[in-house]
């Protein structure tokens, strides 16, 4: 079993939906990551994750400790927003990253 | 534009070549790192420097060495290349050691045939 599991791996929505994909991890973590993989391959930081819920623009990434589990929402989904989403998390005390598979979402105008 | 460069974009070899991957940044970051990413797989570490003057394994280092140039630069060597070693490879660098505020390269596509 991976250390950190994604779902869903792909998903196709209409424009204006309400998006969420899910990040389950194994382990004790310091921090949770969620990045964006465009089409063309580029990769950005998008948020990272300790406790709580942070909000970016339409993003909004939520964390439950307890429960080893986290969530990327994308409210008003746009075919912009198509792209992989990957979660990754940092075990304590450990030097590296674990990544997620992926969710590759499709949001179709 | 401020951020990470890596060259070359594209790459084909024939197996038992070698080659270097270049990765600059100019972020004044602290740490810098290589990943490769395959289909089906999660982005997978293979070598990292936490500062100027450090290097370590991560968790797929065989096959390949790194040297940290200087604070901007974190090339990646491949000495023998092998058809396993087909996969698109990412610099990115940080702050300080996995602290949010990662900047990727666009990517490396390396075919080894």
């Known amino acids: 079993k991976n250390e950190v599991e994604q779902s869903p791996q792909n998903l196709t929505a209409q424009e204006g939906e309400f998006i969420t994909i899910n990040c389950s991890y194994s382990v004790g973590i310091s921090a949770l990551h969620w990045l964006q993989q465009h089409p063309g391959g580029g990769i950005v930081s998008l948020f990272m994750?300790?406790?709580g819920k942070k909000k970016h623009g339409r993003l909004i990434a939520t964390i439950n400790i307890q429960e080893k589990h986290s969530s990327l929402h994308i409210t008003a989904s746009h075919p912009r927003d198509s792209a992989v989403y990957i979660c990754a998390v940092r075990s304590k005390g450990a030097q590296k990253l674990v990544f997620g598979q992926g969710t590759r979402l499709t949001i179709n105008p | 534009n401020a951020g990470v460069t890596q060259t070359p974009k594209f790459q084909v070899l024939k197996t038992g070549q070698s080659m270097t991957l270049q990765c600059a940044q100019d972020?004044?970051?602290?740490?810098m790192y290589w990943y490769r990413q395959d289909p089906g797989m999660g982005l997978r570490l293979i070598y990292y420097s936490a500062s100027e003057g450090t290097t370590d394994k991560g968790e797929v280092p065989n096959g390949y060495n790194v040297s940290r140039l200087n604070k901007r630069e974190f090339s990646l060597r491949l000495e023998s290349a092998a058809p396993s070693q087909t996969s698109v490879y990412f610099c990115?660098?940080?702050?300080?050691?996995?602290?949010?505020?990662?900047?990727f390269g666009s990517g490396t596509r390396l075919t080894v045939v």
């Open positions: 972020m004044n970051h602290n740490s």
């Open positions: 990115a660098s940080s702050e300080r050691l996995q602290t949010y505020g990662y900047t």
């Open positions: 994750l300790s406790s």
